[in-house]
Nanobody, 124 residues
Framework: QVQLVESGAGLVQAGDSLRLSCAAS????????MGWFRQAPGKEREFVSA???????YYADSVKGRFTISRVNAKNTVYLQMNSLKPEDTAVYYC??????????????????WGQGTQVTVSS
């Protein structure tokens, strides 16, 4: 049984930092690209960032230069370091996993497994 468990939720002020973690179990971690998505109230879920087994990274333009994705393969864990947070970053953040190769890392429906989500709230 595959599980993705996010942690690191928080209420912070604009300009603050926060780090999200996602611990994966029940899958062969090396076979998966790990991604972060977010969904704000009334909006569709959107791509934030992704990282391959070899640590190639991908970012949405809205977070480039502020967010950093990383993974520790030995711990089956992926992180999202979020700096210079803005109120528009407020959303539920989801960890997701997709098999490597072929499809785009940016497309929500291409991800097979999802975490339960963790709330990030940034006040102005």
């Amino acid at each position: 049984q595959v599980q993705l468990v996010e942690s690191g939720a928080g209420l912070v002020q604009a300009g603050d930092s926060l780090r999200l973690s996602c611990a994966a179990s029940g899958l062969t971690f090396s076979n998966y690209i790990m991604g972060w998505f977010r969904q704000a109230p009334g909006k569709e879920r959107e791509f934030v960032s992704a990282i391959s087994w070899s640590k190639s990274t991908y970012y949405a333009d809205s977070v480039k230069g502020r967010f950093t994705i990383s993974r520790v393969n030995a711990k089956n864990t992926v992180y999202l370091q979020m700096n210079s947070l803005k109120p528009e970053d407020t959303a539920v953040y989801y960890c997701a996993a997709k098999t490597s190769g072929g499809t785009s890392v940016y497309i929500t429906n291409d991800y097979t497994y999802w975490g339960q989500g963790t709330q990030v709230t940034v006040s102005s």
